[in-house]
């Protein structure tokens, strides 16, 4: 993906969205898969926010995680300026869900 592929982030940011992304509670975790040494990214929260319907805890790929916005979170905890830290966080985020070794 070149920058000439990325829609300019302030045509899509919302000042007014908590973005998971920008948290202290959203964390990377690997996740293996495949063979012994093969992994995924994926992200968690880890003020347990993010559940399934029977309340299992969900992860998310982590090449989606720009997408993960909410209208409020009581524990949103900003690691600093959600518009410059997205910005390069898209810039460097895979575009879809490698497999490491
Ligand atoms: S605490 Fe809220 S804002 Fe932070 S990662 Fe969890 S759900 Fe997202």
């Keep these: 993906m070149t920058d000439r592929d990325l829609k300019p982030l302030a045509e899509e940011f ?7 992304a920008n948290c202290r509670h959203c964390k990377l975790v690997k996740v293996a898969n495949g063979g012994e040494s093969q992994y995924q990214l994926r992200v968690r929260c880890d003020a347990g926010k993010w559940r399934k319907k029977l309340g299992e805890e969900k992860v998310h790929k982590y090449f989606t995680v720009i997408r993960r916005t909410l209208d ?7 690691m600093g300026e959600a518009q410059d830290f997205l910005k390069e966080l898209r810039r460097d985020l895979p575009i879809k869900d490698e497999l490491y070794t």
Excluded: N
Aim: hydrophobic share 5%; charged share 20%; proline share 7%.
């Design 14 to 20: 919302s000042s007014g969205k908590v973005y998971c």
């Design 72 to 78: 409020h979170c009581d524990t949103y905890e900003p």
